[in-house]
């Protein structure tokens, strides 16, 4: 069952932090009860944030996406999110990064947003080190995504994280950032 991933590397993966401002918050894997958060994050996100991280002008998600953002195969799929005190679907969501793998399990796209309120406290840095660190554990070879070239505190942020950083040749306005993990061919487990 999916699920089952999920419960044995959720305690694991959870870690209570503290941001500079002195907020308090957990970092755990994302459950099905997240949606109403989600949706709440997404909610408080300006119209630019959200084209940024969807590519697209939107603004609320639909329920079959926040579905696949919290109803995850955690076999081929992660996404930490990091909660404000509560239970999950009561507890406030501040920021969620995904990590979806190919088949192989040898390369991942990363998506990541992060409230609005909570930028430039080190929060997307925090949520961008923990799912790389879960990714080498897997033995997932490399990471990507694409950045649109406006977006620059996300590819500050991946600067400095070590990805590499090119550009669409189709698409000048989008960058396609890659991050070597120095694993491939070690076993995903």
């Known amino acids: 069952?999916?699920?089952e991933p999920a419960q044995e590397q959720g305690a694991a993966l959870e870690e209570i932090f503290r941001l500079p401002d002195g907020q308090t918050l957990l970092l755990r894997p994302v459950l099905p009860e997240d949606e109403p958060a989600l949706h709440a994050l997404v909610g408080r996100a300006s119209p630019d944030d959200l084209?940024?991280?969807?590519?697209?002008?939107i603004r609320e998600l639909s329920h079959q996406m926040a579905a696949a953002l919290t109803q995850i195969?955690?076999?081929?799929?992660m996404a930490l999110v990091a909660v404000g005190p509560g239970l999950p679907?009561?507890?406030?969501i501040y920021g969620i990064v995904n990590l979806s793998?190919?088949?192989?399990?040898?390369?991942?796209?990363?998506?990541?947003?992060?409230?609005?309120?909570?930028?430039?406290l080190g929060l997307?840095?925090?949520?961008?080190?923990?799912?790389i660190d879960y990714a080498r554990r897997r033995g997932i070879g490399e990471i990507y995504g694409e950045v649109l070239q406006e977006n620059k505190p996300m590819l500050?942020?991946?600067r400095a994280l070590g990805f590499a950083i090119h550009t669409d040749h189709d698409d000048?306005?989008?960058?396609?950032?890659?991050?070597?993990?120095h694993c491939i061919g070690s076993s995903a487990g």
Do not use: C, T
């Open 101 to 120: 793998a190919d088949p192989n399990g040898e390369r991942a796209e990363y998506s990541i947003i992060v409230d609005r309120a909570m930028m430039r």
């Open 1 to 3: 069952l999916a699920g």
């Open 89 to 92: 679907g009561k507890a406030e």
């Open 172 to 181: 000048p306005s989008v960058k396609h950032v890659i991050l070597k993990l």
């Open 51 to 57: 084209r940024r991280r969807f590519f697209q002008p």
């Open 156 to 158: 500050q942020l991946d």
């Open 73 to 77: 195969d955690y076999h081929r799929e």
């Open 124 to 131: 997307g840095n925090l949520l961008m080190r923990r799912i």
